[in-house]
């Protein structure tokens, strides 16, 4: 039986903040979605997914596992999801949850699903054997293109979609290096960095672009995550930087943001696009020095005029080519990629 | 009882590298250790205390705590030092360890120690209820110093506690705050930050400067770790920086060393001491802007003569006060930091 997912995204299904992995899922699997579950939004739909309200409504669609499709700082549950939870491993269905909370970890959930005969998936579970980064990056036989960005979630991992889906239409050996539980998801692989151990971070980014190379990659499209002046995320950024060794960066930036957002005690604002090239190729290892390619710009807060004109204005002051590969194509953001590679 | 510490170093009691935990305690709380155990040493002394070629051998000295004493890269145990683990146990010490690995959860050594009524303290567990960083951190009313460095393993942390000592002799009311498992058994607390969740490094660095200010300092001597250029280690140390805060920074080199040691598939050079200050002052923060107040120049590989020269070298070269604090004392830092805090 092939995976069809319930999204789980109770109270949060409209918001695009905390509903990254529900849109994720939904913009690049939606012919696996068989439901979203939000009480608060019973009856509508999503993308042209029904929302229903109680997994018991969602049963004659046909659902083989619930998804976790809220992320909340920190990747705690809300106490009152594990209700939700028990209910989908009564009705059979098995559980992937991307929170920093293992639900294998809880006696009686895992109880209760062994005696459901369903599976428990803990995306963020870092795999076995991790450790420290051992230098086999640099001798990955691939070039690799890493996502970096102002800011957490404007569209990292998208891009990095995008750029890996028009370089395979151009029959490129292209793969996407999933780093986070979404990215996992839509592809099926990957660690979710984040969540491991803080020494092992590069060892963990290491790891997946070896495991890129050995999956007969030419070109890795790795996603990024956090942002280099991120006042809660940044080592997490740099270890995966440092640890997966990129030849190219694409800068990922929302128009108009000019803050870091969700992070408390600020103010945080976002460096100008110039200076945001240059740091992130100042800390660049030596053994690895990496350019910045192109720069991916998130203008969904534009009307189409505006978004060209952001596009033409970040062009002129980055010195880069830049476009919105959601919007208008990754057509030009890959032909710069290309262009610049080794 | 007060601890003794059994310093359990085999094999590497001599090792300056992996010998880091034995070297701090040897150090600074060389009172309450009553000897090391290295049987390719034993009969020898180390600093004034006997080398030990079993715990057995040890026990007339009266230790009630054994300590692993080393590093390994990784943090995990060579196999062959479980044995010697329940040796210690079965003769009814406590055991202290600061890798990676947990002891606590070595079923067999933690039923033999509920046996044996002993304790098992792995260092490195990190704390109930880390999360992500609030922005707590940037309401601490004190002078925060971090030790940034050129590389691992060049006195960091003998750095922080040497000026923190100083200003302590002086009645400030100065604390050392341990962020690594050699600075927690010199200082009694502390979290491992290299050992944490990823997501949550800047939230631990966070809760450590929240509780320095708690415990009443005025100033802040955080512990650093890594090099914002290590290829292994550089997310914990951009966690580690942007989540304590830094008003200033104490800059760390080694006189000589020009190569980052122990990470494959280099080169990794260091770049020079000037460019290694205007990178850390650009990574801090906006909200929270960090000058590097001093250098502190690790002379051990020199005569006294090269040493001072080494150091005028560092002044000129860098345009700040430089000394070797361990060498010729942490006066003159001190006064730098002084003379630069807010």
Same mark, same amino acid.
């Given at each position: ?73 920190? =990747?705690?549950?809300?106490? /009152? ?5 028990? @209910?989908?491993?009564?009705?059979? *269905?098995? %559980? #992937?949850? &991307? ?90 692989? =990957?660690?979710?960095?984040? /969540? ?5 971070? @590069?060892?963990?980014?290491?790891? *997946?672009? %070896? #495991?890129? &190379? ?95 004109? /952001? ?32």
């Amino acid at each position: 039986v092939s995976t069809r997912y319930l999204l789980l995204a109770e109270g949060s299904s409209g918001d695009p903040l905390y509903g990254k992995t529900m849109r994720g899922v939904l913009r690049y699997r939606r012919e696996d979605v068989a439901a979203i579950l939000d009480s608060t939004r019973a009856g509508e739909t999503e993308d042209g997914v029904p929302v229903v309200g109680s997994v018991e409504e969602a049963l004659p669609l046909g659902p083989t596992t619930a998804l976790v499709g809220v992320v909340t700082q920190g =990747g705690y549950f809300p106490p /009152a999801w594990m209700e939700l939870l028990h @209910a989908c491993v009564e009705q059979g *269905l098995d %559980v #992937e949850n &991307g929170l920093h909370v293992f639900l294998g970890d809880d006696p009686e959930l895992s109880a209760l699903a062994e005696e459901c005969g369903v599976e428990l998936r803990d995306l963020r579970r870092p795999p076995a054997g991790l450790s420290t980064a051992t230098g086999a990056n640099l001798g990955v036989d691939a070039t690799i293109v890493l996502t970096v960005g102002s800011d957490c979630a404007i569209g990292k991992m998208t891009v990095s979609v995008e750029l890996d889906l028009e370089a395979r239409r151009r029959g490129l050996r292209s793969i996407f290096v999933p780093t986070g539980q979404t990215g996992m998801v839509i592809a099926g692989w =990957g660690i979710a960095v984040d /969540a491991v151990v803080s020494d092992f971070l @590069a060892g963990a980014a290491e790891r *997946l672009v %070896v #495991e890129g &190379g050995d999956r007969g990659g030419e070109l890795l499209w790795v996603e990024g995550q956090g942002a280099l002046l991120h006042p809660v995320y940044s080592g997490v950024t740099l270890g995966l930087y440092h640890g997966s060794v990129p030849h190219l960066l694409v800068l990922c930036h929302e128009s108009g943001r000019t803050q870091i957002e969700g992070a408390g005690g600020g103010p945080h604002p976002i460096p100008p696009l110039r200076d945001l090239v240059e740091l992130h190729e100042r800390f660049a290892l030596p053994a690895r020095p990496a350019r910045v390619a192109a720069i991916a710009l998130n203008t969904r807060a534009l009307d189409e005029a505006q978004a060209r004109a /952001a596009i033409k204005a970040a062009e002129e002051e980055a010195g880069l080519p830049a476009d919105d590969p959601v919007r208008f194509g990754a057509a030009k953001l890959v032909d710069a990629v290309l262009a610049a590679a080794p």
